[in-house]
């Protein structure tokens, strides 16, 4: 019953920006954790940035300086602010939450930077 649908993603030029935005439902008033993975071809998927109902937040080291990770907590909604980007971030960007019941997935939302 929960159900996480990402949006926001597209083809952009590098150095620019993209925001993503993923949104919750299901019931349930806020998740404890919510973050951002990616998965590039022929890799792992791996985090991205996370971002806790306290409001902590943690960033892999290739976007550190260049993300940003929030939430709306009234929406159960979280957002990736995607600056300076490149070529490297190309990815399916995949929205994930945890909760009480488990850890939920959103289907994913292709991000393509070119050169």
């Known amino acids: 019953q929960v159900q996480l649908v990402e949006s926001g993603g597209g083809l952009v030029q590098a150095g620019g920006s993209l925001r993503l935005s993923c949104a919750a439902s299901g019931g349930i008033l806020s998740f404890y954790v919510m973050g951002w993975y990616r998965q590039a071809p022929g890799k792992q998927r791996e985090s991205v940035a996370v971002?806790?109902?306290?409001?902590?937040?943690d960033y892999a080291g290739s976007v550190k300086g260049r993300f940003t990770i929030s939430r709306d907590i009234a929406g159960n909604t979280v957002f990736l602010q995607m600056d300076s980007v490149k070529p490297e971030d190309t990815a399916v960007y995949y929205c994930?939450?945890?909760?009480?019941?488990?850890?939920?997935w959103g289907q994913g939302t292709q991000v393509t930077v070119s050169s």
């Open positions: 971002i806790t109902s306290e409001g902590n937040t």
């Open positions: 994930a939450a945890v909760h009480t019941g488990g850890t939920y």
